[in-house]
């Protein structure tokens, strides 16, 4: 009977852990984010949504741009038939400063999990893969190309935290990503 509740007081935990995403950067300020950015690393729950160059969530951030009303405008880099093509999308504010939702192969949340506004940026955005029910793609965003180790540690013990397994990591500072820039 003691092994049958601590079961269930552990599924009870680990249920209302996996439905939230944690997050430091609950005071952002979006001003402050706005400028150059750089992809350093990339981490998925399914090696599907960052396996190959065209992968669907395989997304290359090159500038955050705020906007008056809050928002916040993405400008990314994509591989799409064998050339890199620049885009935005328009990330629309919520409640809370550092959430906004997306419609990018469908609705998709985007949290900033962590930023020191000058150095790095932490973000995860909800991509189910196909057929799976949860998923995230994560991101260490940089100011510049040169990754910082001690931060690439701290995007790596974040991600341990995170509700959802990540499987892959891309380590984009080799300078073997065509797209990047």
Known sequence: MQCLLLALGL??????????????????DIRQVAGTWHSV???????????SETAPLRVYVQELRPTPQGNLEIVLRKRENQACIEGSIMAQKTEDPAVFMVNYQGERKITVLDTDYTHYMFFCMEAPAPGAESGMVCQYLARTLKADNQVME??????QTLPVHIRIVLDLTQGKEQCHV
């Open 11 to 28: 599924a009870l935990v680990c249920g209302v852990r996996a439905a939230t995403v944690p997050q430091t950067a609950v005071d952002l």
């Open 41 to 51: 690393a990339m981490a998925a729950s399914d090696i599907s949504l960052l396996d």
């Open 154 to 159: 701290k995007f790596n013990k974040v991600l």
